[in-house]
Nanobody, 122 residues
């Protein structure tokens, strides 16, 4: 089970930190990712991290502004979002996957959190 939190309303240029707490079969998690879906748009990849080793991956649109990290002891993944832009407005979802598939493809993820809304005002 994944529980996402931390969304909210922020002005452009501001920051937010999203959290995603995993519970249950956490030993089977190979990697976790964040995806987002804006109104009227398809879901898109944002960032991903490998649970063991901590390798990270980012979409070009957030590279240099967002940072994904994890706390193994707390089974929690974070997404630090800085220099937010109105186009970052979306529902953000965290997800967990096994080693199969690609980190930037939603179909590779087996478990999804409920989503948290991020709204960036101009």
């Amino acid at each position: 089970q994944l529980q996402a939190s931390g969304g909210g309303l922020v002005q452009a240029g501001g920051s937010l930190r999203l959290s995603c707490a995993a519970s249950g079969r956490t030993f089977s998690i190979y990697g976790m990712g964040w995806f987002r879906q804006a109104p009227g748009k398809e879901r898109e990849f944002v960032a991903a991290i490998i649970w063991s080793g901590g390798s990270t991956y980012y979409a070009d649109s957030v590279k240099g502004r967002f940072t994904i990290s994890r706390d193994n002891a707390k089974n929690t993944v974070y997404l630090q979002m800085n220099s937010l832009k109105p186009e970052d407005t979306a529902v953000y979802y965290c997800a967990a996957r096994s080693p199969r598939g690609n980190y930037n493809y939603g179909g590779s993820y087996d478990y999804w959190g409920q989503g948290t809304l991020v709204t960036v005002s101009s």
